[in-house]
């Protein structure tokens, strides 16, 4: 095997690692405004500003007062992580999870085509239904489709399980801030209180949510 030798060094950057994350998780705080994030949801919003590079990201969050505690209990007790998008799911640091949690998508399932195909929905919201036997107190995290957001909003108000928490980050032009607005709203319009983090408007992304159930995972940053 050929040895590998790095190329000489032509910029001045930071190139320890431990020191580039120590570093970013200062920048974050110097330059965002967290004065209105409640105290235990500090770290959520601050990793997911890491995620999407983003310091006034904090204006657009909507946190539900009771989603750490619900996450972490849930999360503490071995709840699966149900992910809309395989970006999602692996963005997600095992290590961070406190009891080996599984993390599920199941975009792939080979159930998924006919399913969009007979509902005329995207293969996303479709894949949506096959978490129903595992939805119960599970920890959902949503960061690519807005059409799975509204489709599990759609099978909890059919009466289906209810997550212990959402993690509500669809991306997009079409519908993504709409479904978002539909869950900031769903207690009030519903009577269904489901703890929940989203972000408002046509922001959001996978690395956004997965960041999200990282910092709900482990209290550490």
């Not at 601050?46 to 310091?55: A, E, K, Y």
């Not at 690519?144 to 909003?153: D, S």
């Not at 479904?179 to 009577?191: C, I, M, N, R």
């Not at 269904?192 to 046509?202: A, E, K, L, S």
Request: with cysteine; net charge negative.
């Amino acid at each position: 095997m050929t040895e590998l030798t790095a190329p000489p060094r032509r910029y001045d950057y930071i190139a320890d690692g431990p020191a580039i994350y120590v570093d970013s998780f200062a920048t974050i705080r110097r330059e965002s405004d967290l004065s209105q994030v409640p105290a235990e949801a500090e770290k959520v919003a601050v990793r997911m500003i890491h995620g999407s590079g983003q310091t006034d990201l904090v204006q657009d969050l909507v946190i539900h007062p009771r989603l750490v505690p619900a996450a972490r209990a849930a999360l503490d007790a071995g709840a699966p992580i149900l992910c809309d998008a395989r970006m999602v799911a692996m963005g997600i640091t095992a290590g961070r999870l406190p009891a080996d949690n599984p993390v599920h998508c199941f975009l792939t399932d080979e159930r998924v085509p006919a399913l969009a195909k007979e509902w005329s929905t995207t293969r996303t919201a479709a894949a949506v239904s096959l978490w129903e036997p595992l939805l119960d107190g599970a920890v959902v995290a949503i960061g690519n489709a807005p059409t799975a957001l509204f489709h599990l909003l759609e099978m909890i108000l059919a009466g289906g399980p209810q997550p212990a928490a959402i993690v509500g980050c669809p991306v997009g032009f079409i519908g993504a801030a709409e479904s978002k607005d539909a869950l900031v709203a769903f207690a009030d319009e519903h009577g269904i209180d489901i703890p929940f983090v989203t972000v408002r408007g046509r922001r959001g992304g996978s690395a956004m949510a997965s960041s999200a159930v990282n910092a709900l995972a482990q209290e550490a940053e």
